[in-house]
């Protein structure tokens, strides 16, 4: 078993910054991709931004240029940089690893 525990949430105000971080128990077969998913409760959850092994990153469409997903290996962490963040970013964020899940923060936008 994975435990993935989120921090970082909280109330943030439009245009302003965030870090969530995420940290991982341990590595499985050498497996370093990580992913954030962010849902309003009641909605399906939506990917957010992925990183591969590799190194490679992927941002939903709405986040490019605004979110930086990044990893810090050594210490088994992933990190979502929110800049510029917006009213409908407010979500629950969560941290996904394979299958394997956190049980979310509240990230909330103000204006």
């Known amino acids: 078993q994975v435990q993935l525990v989120e921090s970082g949430g909280g109330l943030v105000q439009a245009g302003g910054s ?11 077969l050498g497996i370093s991709a ?11 959850r939506e990917w957010v931004a992925s990183i591969a092994t590799n190194g490679t990153t992927k941002y939903l469409e709405s986040v490019k240029g605004r979110f930086t997903i990044s990893r810090d ?3 088994n962490m ?9 009213l409908e970013d407010t979500r629950v964020y969560f941290c996904n690893y394979i299958d394997h899940w956190g049980k ?8």
Not at 18 to 28: F, G, Y
Not at 34 to 44: K, L, N, T, V
Not at 78 to 86: E, I
Request: net charge positive.
């Open 104 to 111: 979310g923060t509240q990230v909330t936008v103000s204006s």
């Open 18 to 28: 965030m870090t969530l971080s995420c940290t991982r128990s341990r590595t499985i």
């Open 78 to 86: 992933v990190f979502l940089q929110m800049n510029d963040p917006r």
């Open 73 to 75: 290996d050594a210490k």
């Open 34 to 44: 990580m992913a954030w998913y962010r849902q309003i409760p009641g909605d399906q």
